[in-house]
């Protein structure tokens, strides 16, 4: 069987098979391993796609961000509103800009500036250094397709260890959309030429929470 098929095969068990009971491993995965270790794994699996991960003492990680969204150029943090995590982070950052705070709407109207857009991850998974986001219960995946950075909150409880697992978790009520984000938009489709950035983010973030 090839990894394709076997892709499709883990992709339809977990969305229409049988829920796994609280607790229960799904079949193969590594549910049992210690949160650490999934994270650590993720660390190491986001930074190969291109991702960035900022994790230790918040304020360290705040400085850390602050310093990396100045040197792409960054001058205005939007976040979904009921966001909370999201919204504090972006409104901390504020004096290690010059950064100001603007809406998502204002963005998709034809902003100006240099962007980055918070949002809070439901899931993390370690096996391919993705972040999962969803609209369960309305909310916008706009930080994540139209600023120019996104930065993923990332809480150190949310990392799983493979797809199966984080879409377990939204089979008894599916939401409309699920975005799958594995490093800063890429495409090669011009010319076989690499181009970062070309249908959403180019750079990504994954801001890490910690227990």
Known sequence: MSEREQLFRRLSAACGGRVPTAGEPLPGSDAGAPEGGLVARFADTFAAAGGVLLRGPVEE???????????????????????????????????????????????RGGSAAVTAG??????????????????????????????????????????????????ASFTPDPPRNISFLTGPSKTGDIEQTLTVGAHGPKKAIAFLLPP
């Open 61 to 107: 990680a705040l400085s850390d961000l602050g310093e990396l969204l100045r040197g792409e150029g960054v001058s205005a943090l939007f976040c979904p509103e009921d966001d909370e995590a999201a919204r504090e982070i972006a409104e901390a950052l504020v004096p290690f800009g010059p950064f100001h705070l603007t809406t998502g709407a204002e963005v």
């Open 118 to 167: 918070f949002r809070t991850a439901e899931a993390a998974i370690s096996e391919t250094g993705t972040i999962v986001e969803t609209s369960a219960g309305g909310k916008t995946l706009l930080p994540g397709l139209i600023a120019d950075v996104h930065v993923s909150i990332v809480p150190a409880g949310s990392v799983v260890a493979r797809m199966e697992e984080a879409l």
